[in-house]
């Protein structure tokens, strides 16, 4: 059975800070333990919070990493809609300037000449998937060491909305979607169970008005809520929160994270 541990801090900078240690510490058990780190970054806010100060941590051997992206919107990359643009402009590009950057051919974007065929970018995303995970033929999910992911006030997370078909997948690793409630329409995502197959999710959620939606997953358990199906299976969930997005909560005091 999965734990669920929130951690809630004074500031946002803060949660960068911890959250930087946390991930840095993932990448040393995974390193040490598979000689690799595998991760997946989502879009919205998390990308600064997640790589502020990620990115001058000298201890991290960046070379051994392979970055994917738990949701992508179909556009450009260049684009400011880009999730990858995101992730280039607060992680990448420092390790380029410090010299120690991720090789290229392990940061798993899309294909972005085939964005007006979302289907395609998913087909074209698992083949990226499965050339990482290599073990593919013999296992049905693939196991990131770390999934961030960020919440809606909706609940969703990842590109998994409320209500929509696309929870139901039980197969497939990644799956396009045409009518993302969030802006823009088209995407692509990882599915719940890849999700769920995850070695660790964090969740990162800052800011007063994600207080409700916390409260609605992690103390009212709602189940319209997408995010409250994440459980993985033989991980943790992690969820790094600011004190203004914890207010809500009750049953689980968060703690603060001592490393
Ligand atoms: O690309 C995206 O839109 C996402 O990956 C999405 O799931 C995001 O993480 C949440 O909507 C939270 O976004 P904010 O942190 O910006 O509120």
Same mark, same amino acid.
């Given at each position: 059975m999965s734990l669920t541990k929130v951690y809630s801090f004074e500031t946002n900078d803060k949660v960068s800070q911890a959250l930087g240690e946390f991930i840095a510490q993932a990448s040393s058990e995974s390193i040490a333990r598979n000689g690799r780190f595998t991760i997946a970054f989502s879009g919205g806010s998390l990308p600064a919070t997640a790589c502020k100060y990620l990115r001058n941590n000298q201890n991290i051997d960046f070379s051994k990493w392979y970055v994917f992206f738990a949701d992508e919107r179909c556009v450009k990359l260049d684009s400011h809609d880009s999730n990858f643009r995101l992730v280039r402009e607060e992680l990448l590009d420092y390790l380029v300037q410090q010299n120690r950057s991720i090789p290229a051919d392990q940061v798993m974007v899309i294909n972005d000449d085939l964005i007006h065929e979302p289907a395609k970018v998913a087909d074209d995303y698992l083949v990226k998937m499965q050339s990482v995970f290599a073990e593919a033929n013999k296992i049905r999910f693939p196991e990131f060491d770390l999934i961030l992911l960020g919440i809606g006030p /909706?609940?969703?997370?990842?590109? =998994?909305?409320? $209500?929509?078909? =696309?929870? %139901?997948?039980?197969? /497939?690793?990644v799956a396009s979607i045409d009518?993302? #409630? $969030? %802006? #823009? #329409?088209q995407r692509i995502t990882l599915t719940l169970p890849v999700v769920n197959h995850a070695r660790r999710v964090a969740f990162v959620v800052t800011g007063a008005g994600k207080k409700s939606t916390v409260k609605a997953i992690? /103390? %009212? $358990?709602?189940?319209?809520?997408?995010?409250? =199906?994440?459980?993985?299976i033989k991980g943790d969930s992690y969820w790094f929160l600011d004190d203004a997005a914890a207010k809500g909560l009750t049953e689980n005091t968060p703690t603060e994270f001592k490393l």
């Open positions: /909706d609940g969703h997370t990842c590109s =998994l909305f409320p $209500k929509h078909p =696309l929870l %139901e997948v039980k197969n /497939d690793w009518d993302s #409630p $969030k %802006e #823009p #329409p992690l /103390d %009212e $358990k709602n189940t319209h809520m997408p995010a409250s =199906l994440v459980a993985p």
